[in-house]
């Protein structure tokens, strides 16, 4: 498929993986059996649950949630790129599947805008998924329906194959220490049908004026170095020992490496084209290192998050709630101390509130078709 083309065979014949939202999702206090959710065509209802709750239980942490993914989708302008939808109509598919969905701000919005499509969004976070629901209920959005689901457990057998036209994947970043990424993009890509689309959307962690934030992020990143989260591959670090001596370096150590990003961001064309992902190049070229030539589409958008810009207060409370979920990584790792760590978050606190504190928020989004 040229890749300028539009999403071709839109019209194929595939199973559906949604058939209806039974009666029973749309009432609160209650688990629903995921019934519009099947696993193959033989083997009936998948294991999971669609839970909900009312809007009582929703409290202020959910609430902070709901509101960041209402900024980043409304700072980052649009649902999808205007160079995405040119390459694929979504007024011409059927399905789509969210996978880290979250509390289903960008599903829900793509419904009210696409609303024959059949949605269904995936998180592992159940009460982000409870409240999802709910919110699907208030909207009157009856062909959206929310699951939760370990990520880690989303295998190609959990949907029919080819059952999406477009699958997204957003922002997994948040579950770094658990999630397979090469693993779990190898799945997404057996659930997208054949020239149906694979995007991704995934954050690095923000650069402020904070001294604050800058070392609790300098300490995530020795944090997960130690942990062995890491997307240095063996193969780059054997290349170090060998090149290192030549170069009249001392030997680099995986200890003593220092890092300055998430790196997540720079992974994604890479996991995308080895899921089988990315269109034909317009001109052919050879690769000496015989790598996949496929090209990943990316854009790159910024949230700023300094004070009296509308993305800061949302800011502010998942920076706060960041620094404490991080807090048992890094007493783990024994990169800071309890007390260190206490001073540290109201430091912090004190900064992001601070009339000079400046930050951004960066962003990437990377699609390709399914080959």
């Known amino acids: 498929m040229h890749y300028n083309t539009a999403c071709p065979g839109l019209d194929w014949p595939r199973p559906s993986p949604v058939l209806h939202v039974p009666h029973c999702v749309h009432r609160c206090h209650m688990t629903a059996p995921v019934e519009l959710l099947y696993s193959t065509g033989t083997k009936g209802i998948i294991q999971g649950d669609t839970p909900l709750m009312c809007h009582e239980e929703l409290n202020g942490t959910s609430y902070d949630d709901i509101l960041f993914q209402r900024v980043i989708v409304e700072e980052m302008g649009e649902l999808l790129p205007a160079k995405f939808l040119s390459e694929c109509d979504l007024s011409h598919a059927e399905s789509i599947l969210e996978i880290g969905s979250g509390a289903g701000e960008w599903l829900r919005a793509v419904a009210h805008?696409?609303?024959?499509?059949?949605?269904?969004?995936i998180d592992q976070d159940v009460r982000m998924v409870k409240a999802a629901n709910v919110l699907a209920q208030r909207d009157h959005l009856g062909?959206?329906?929310?699951?939760?689901?370990e990520l880690d457990e989303i295998l190609p057998t959990l949907f029919p194959q080819g059952s999406f036209d477009l699958v997204h994947l957003s922002l997994l970043g948040r579950y770094i220490l658990t999630a397979k990424y090469p693993v779990l993009?190898?799945?997404?890509?057996?659930?997208?049908?054949?020239?149906?689309?694979?995007c991704w959307t995934e954050a690095e962690l923000p650069i402020t004026n904070s001294p604050a934030c800058e070392l609790l992020n300098s300490l995530v990143y020795e944090a997960l170095q130690k942990a062995g989260q890491s997307f240095i591959t063996e193969h780059m670090w054997h290349v170090s020992t060998l090149f290192s001596p030549h170069a009249g370096m001392a030997k680099t150590e995986r200890s003593a490496s220092t890092r300055r990003h998430l790196g997540i961001t720079m992974m994604l064309g890479g996991w995308l084209r080895d899921a089988g992902c990315g269109a034909i190049p317009e001109t052919t070229t050879s690769s000496l290192w015989g790598k996949d030539s496929h090209v990943i589409h990316k854009e790159a958008s910024v949230i700023e998050v300094s004070v009296g810009q509308p993305a800061h207060e949302a800011f502010v409370r998942q920076a706060m709630r960041f620094s404490q979920r991080v807090k048992p990584l890094l007493l783990r790792t024994e990169v800071i101390g309890e007390m260190e760590h206490t001073a540290l978050?109201?430091?912090l606190?004190?900064?992001?509130?601070?009339?000079?504190?400046?930050?951004?928020?960066?962003?990437?989004?990377a699609w390709g078709p399914r080959l």
């Open 349 to 365: 606190e004190e900064e992001l509130t601070n009339q000079d504190f400046c930050g951004l928020f960066q962003l990437l989004r």
């Open 185 to 198: 993009a190898q799945a997404s890509a057996a659930l997208c049908r054949p020239g149906g689309m694979l």
């Open 143 to 149: 062909q959206v329906a929310f699951l939760a689901q």
């Open 345 to 347: 978050c109201t430091q």
């Open 113 to 121: 805008m696409y609303p024959h499509l059949q949605c269904i969004g």
